[in-house]
């Protein structure tokens, strides 16, 4: 009973908290196509990596935050955010909103994301060690996309006035499924999220799939650490007056990080 109670020894962590935070890296790999139509022709479909040149592998910081302020009830946000730019010479050309990027000319492309995720689970089903429930999530995506000439065909160097064009946008990635939270052991959690959806918002139509799998340890009463793998795959298609096009995301990866809980 007195080691129990006593000071820095673990407590039994439970499959929910009251809050959690959590802050680390985000290790990920975002795989991006996308076609700019014109009102002339259709666009080109540019995949980022492959098309630009973006490297968009790496590390990046991540913060998550949720909140069950009743029994079955919990609240949650989570955000990151990244950005790159690059210099390329074109292998093909590019169509992109009516601007044609001819093979062989170099472009300077910028490319940043903002994620803001945003969900409620009501854990219909819970016992001593596991819960589980229905979860409504959506995710904010912020993007911009910019393209710029910076050496014609033949390697000269294109003055002001050149090809240019910048595409930003948010779009809206919301999904329904479910979350189960189990612990096999006094220190251990595991956590699992998946949702899907196929819906049309502001005109913008899209399917969504998302799904998360984590691991706590939680060698201590209001702290531990966390690894878990995140995916999710849009794909959307849109006809609005600043832009029409498609857009194909997957965005997945690992994320380490500190999880102080209460």
Do not use: C, K
């Not at 989570?78 to 992109?96: A, C, K, P, T, V």
């Not at 819960?131 to 993007?143: K, N």
């Not at 969504?208 to 966390?226: D, F, K």
């Amino acid at each position: 009973m007195l080691l129990a109670t006593a000071p820095g020894v673990a407590a039994a962590v439970e499959p929910l908290d009251t809050f959690n935070f959590s802050v680390g890296t985000y290790v990920s790999r975002l795989d991006t196509q996308v076609r700019a139509d014109g009102e002339i022709t259709g666009g080109t479909s540019v995949d980022l990596r492959r098309d630009l040149g973006l490297d968009v592998n790496g590390s990046i910081a991540f913060a998550r935050l949720s909140w069950r302020p009743f029994a079955r009830h919990e609240f949650g946000v989570s955000y990151f955010s990244d950005g790159m730019d690059s210099e390329r010479r074109l292998e093909r050309d590019i169509d992109f909103e009516d601007h044609v990027y001819r093979a062989a000319a170099t472009v300077r492309a910028e490319y940043d994301v903002d994620a803001i995720e945003a969900w409620y689970t009501w854990w219909a089903f819970s016992s001593a060690n596991w819960a589980l429930g229905p979860r409504l999530g959506v995710t904010w995506y912020r993007i911009g996309l910019g393209l710029s000439l910076q050496l014609d065909v033949d390697g000269n160097p294109v003055g002001s006035g050149g090809l240019e064009d910048t595409f930003r946008g948010d779009l809206p990635a919301p999904t329904l499924g479910a979350s189960w939270r189990w612990t096999p052991a006094e220190d251990w959690r595991i956590a699992a999220d998946a949702g899907w959806l196929s819906t049309e918002i502001n005109n913008i139509e899209g399917t969504v799939g998302y799904a998360r799998l984590g691991l706590e340890w939680h060698p201590w009463q209001h702290a531990g650490l966390m690894l878990d793998y995140q995916y999710t795959d849009l794909r959307a298609s849109t006809e609005r007056q600043h832009f029409t096009g498609h857009l194909q995301m997957r965005d997945e990866g690992l994320r380490f990080g500190v999880v102080v809980r209460y």
